[in-house]
């Protein structure tokens, strides 16, 4: 693809001037040449985590406008500004200043508005971000500590978040800060002091607006800005994964340079992001603080729901069960302590060692920098869905009054059915999500091996009818067949040739890995078509790791594709 | 790594995808770069990297005229948002102060938005019709450092810290630690100062005996004469403390009216395992089909607002723990581990409702000393 006509370029001499006077002082032309070039791949689901990091610029700059106009005090005051509905009524100033934000200062409500779904965006498209990364293996070495650090800013952003939408101190935000203190109180041995810290004495004191202001404007977004700088760091320093496709190879990356091409493109995504956010701070109404007056400890509103990303411990705290323990004078608050903390704990723990899981059960120590898809892992998948199903039937039962109200269930039936549902629900979705990755898998197989159908229908000389395909393109096969690195698909045999265990199941810990790592990677390996066609199952068909021709030992005893779960394998029969 | 390289001559014809979800890609071949080998002195390109000009004029010329037109959009918009913020007034001096916020709102994020994505829209119409379509590759560069180098890095710390000594004087290092520690402690230490420790104070609240029971909102006492509809339910605070937040979040109370005969509250003592038996409910403390509870909700401390009259349920709206007025406020159901406690009252010698004492167990959630 070289252009014909190569004409000379020519630096302008002003620019050429000045060039050379930075490159004199920075000796950068090499260096800055080599990250313009920089080659970034394309795909959609990359855009995920551009939508977070844009959002977070966004928060920074309405942020700052915010900050100008916003008095994070406790101190009372009577309220006689413009909104007359309140006038007369005793409020703190943080409330009082944010009725000013909204209707005495021009842009204020929009500036707001814009902040507010910044974080339900950024927050949302972190988690989007996530399980893409999640479900197409992206975290594989050599990027775990980019994964990490992303679970980094995920948990600050919660609390950013929680912190945020604290401080107008209106009645529906010192409504989640009071849940946070029963919280805070049910932790063992230290939960009252940490309460009266946090509020300066009994809450709600006098202090809890200044000091989530301060930890929200400086502490968490000076930590996410540098958490932020070191993932974009890192991705840049490791370069981006790719999807499979043709051309594309662990050893490169495909895509289009960052000068010009993608800096336009992710500049151009800034002013979407911005015009989406606008538009939701324009059109759709978020967080209205002077429909519900001031905060007190006496009143509440009903149908008080936290932002979405709290929804699922909202959700855990309304369906948990009510035990508590008294045990030698001192009470342990059951009821709050595992679905407020263990559980938020559990699922960040889970996701934090995932990768190092993974990589123990399938002793795959290789580099990865083309993603998978998500039905060739389909042991991940389905812990993937499991994870979500988990998540999501919390997250539905934050909202279980208003479920209740609009789909006229009874309130207690749905929060007695998510009790067995959270339970069972992830067991169901990994089992279901699993037969779907191995089914997928099946038909790529199929693809390959038969070719494409076409639609068409032919009439044969005998009279029959049968159907034309057509063979699967190069570029078709490319996106399907994955080669797994030789550590996972070396075949492990329970018994060595002389009848003992094998070296890699000697030993408790020798067994369970094993076990797992015959269980993550089964499935199908789909081998690259020979000459346009493929090797049918006599190669890619067979068993769980067994392919490429050397499988045969284990291939006869597993003969099925992508068999069950474990039990029903022949090498628990063996 | 430039034998990947190879891989990659796939002619444009051959890249058609069978199936396209999302981006597709562009429609030219995968360019491979001349100028970026591994080799450091390898010479620039001859050939320019990408091309310089779109393959289609004619397409590229009228999607410039849409994408001058989208940036001349936007900069109009701008000129509107400036136009809206010095034009429309806020405030209450016009009419109504949220209808003016809204209309000011309206006006602004509109102008806001469509400078915003015409922007957006026309910078991608510039680079993906305007520009040249290209596809190029890259090599990746291994990430593990040579042998060698990681060797001579081993060499230099193990250089470092034989010259620092801290491999041999254990004296230094051990006492050196010794002293860092503290000093790490220290953030810690100082603060202590947040706030005031709890002592017993969350096992007590204002409430005493001939403390009057006031009505939340109008601050006036209350006589059973006043409160004389059955089903009904208020909350009373304490009197005297309607501006005190933090005596409200513990003392705030719901007083309940029911039909004669319809209050079976058992006569109930704690477990007595942690000191003497004490009383925590008791129809002696109701005055005439009055009973009075605590409205912070002993699950995480919300205002148990919620009453269903013809069930006599209280029902805490956060997170939906359900209470029987008739028996004591018991748990029916939800996330409440214990029956919201009952205040005594009587009536003192004006006929206002009173407390007879304060509760007879800490209000409110579970915490660690609560016993």
Redesign the interface.
Known sequence: ???TQ??P?QMPKPLAKQGGELDDRFHAAKGVRTLL???FP????FLLGEIALYSFIILILTGIFLTLFFQPSMS?VVYHG???KLDGV?MSQAYASTLNI???V??G??MR?IHHWAADVFLAAIICHLLRIFFTGAYRK?RETNWLIGLGMFTLGIFEGFLGYSMPDDLLSG?GV??A???L?????????L???????????N?FVARFYIIHVLLIPGLLLALVSAHLFLMVH??HTQMPG??R?????????MY??FA??T??????V???L??L???AQINPI?QVGP??????????QPDFYMGFL?GS????????W?IG?????W??LI?ALVILGFLFTVLGVWPFVERWATGDKS?H?VNQKPRNAPTRTGVGMAGVVFYGIMWLEGA??LIAVHLQIP??TL?EVARYAVFIGPVIAFWITRRICIGLQRRDAAMLEHG?ETGIIQQLPNGGFAEAERPV????AAELIELPPPSVTEVRSDTDENGLPAPARRGLAGRVQARAHDYFVEGISLAPPANGHTNGHGTNGHGTNGHNGHGEVESGERAAIGSGPSGDRADDEA | MSDNDADLEIGPEERRPHRVIGTPPPAAGILTDPGRGDGEDEAPAAEPWIPADNPDPVSAKNWERVAALLFTLSALASVGFVAAYVGLEIGNKNGDVVDATLRSNLALGTALSVAMLAIGIGMVIWVRYIMPPVEVSEARHPLASDPEDRAAFAETILEGAAASQLTKRPLLRRTLLAAVLPVAAAPLIVLRDLGPLPGTSLRSTVWKKGTRLTVYGSNQPITPADFNSPGAMITVIPEGYADNDEVLAKATVIIIKMEPGQLKIPTRYNDGVNGPHTLLNSMNWTVDNIVAYSKICTHVGCPAALYEQTTHKILCPCHQSTFDAETGATVLFGPAPRPLPQLPITVDAEGYLVAQSDFQEPVGPSFWERG
């Open positions: 693809m070289s252009t190569h004409r370029l070039r920089k080659v394309d795909h959609w689901t009372e413009s909104y007359t005793r909204s209707f005495d021009r842009g409500l929009l508005q050599p409504t009071r849940i203190e029963g919280v109180l049910g932790i063992p041995v230290v939960g009252t002091y309460s009266f810290f946090l509020f300066g004495g009994q809450f709600p004191g202090e490791q370069k043709a051309g190879t662990n050893n490169n990356v495909v895509g289009q340079p010009p091409y336009i493109k500049g151009a995504f800034f002013f979407f911005f015009g989406v606008a538009l701070g324009t059109f002077w905060y007190t400890p006496v009143a509440i509103s009903a149908g008080s909202e705290l309304r369906i948990f069960p009510n035990w508590t008294d004078g001192h009470t342990i608050a009821n709050v679905p580099y920098n279980n009054d309130l207690y929060t494409v393109t190069p570029e078709e």
